[in-house]
């Protein structure tokens, strides 16, 4: 058998896919006006988002549960976990000054 430890210090293939999509989306937006845009950013934000969302179901919440297989924390956890980034968007929300539409 032969030891792969080469592989260990490549960075995950989500991480590659993430800076090569904002490279190409970024040559795009400098090509047709100089500025990143709103929009731009929009999209940009909803792939990190994806992406993190992708990693926590695909490699934190199995691992966590092969640590607690009588799942004492994990679920109360995750609960938990929601409730605060909910909160935080309420709070936000609130916070933010109204639009007028202007």
């Given at each position: ?19 090569w ?9 400098v ?6 845009s ?11 988002a ?8 695909k ?22 976990g ?13 916070a ?7």
């Amino acid at each position: 058998m032969q030891n792969h430890d080469c592989y260990t210090s490549l960075p995950p293939p989500s991480l590659v896919h993430g800076v090569w999509i904002f490279k190409f989306y970024a040559h795009i937006v400098v090509a047709a006006g100089g500025s990143i845009s709103q929009f731009a950013y929009g999209v940009l934000f909803g792939l990190v988002a994806g992406m993190m969302v992708s990693i926590c179901i695909k490699e934190l919440l199995p691992t966590a549960m092969r640590y607690d297989p009588k799942d004492a924390i994990v679920t109360y956890s995750v609960v938990v976990g929601m409730a605060i980034m909910a909160l935080s968007l309420v709070l936000f929300a609130l916070a933010s000054p109204e639009d007028d539409g202007e």
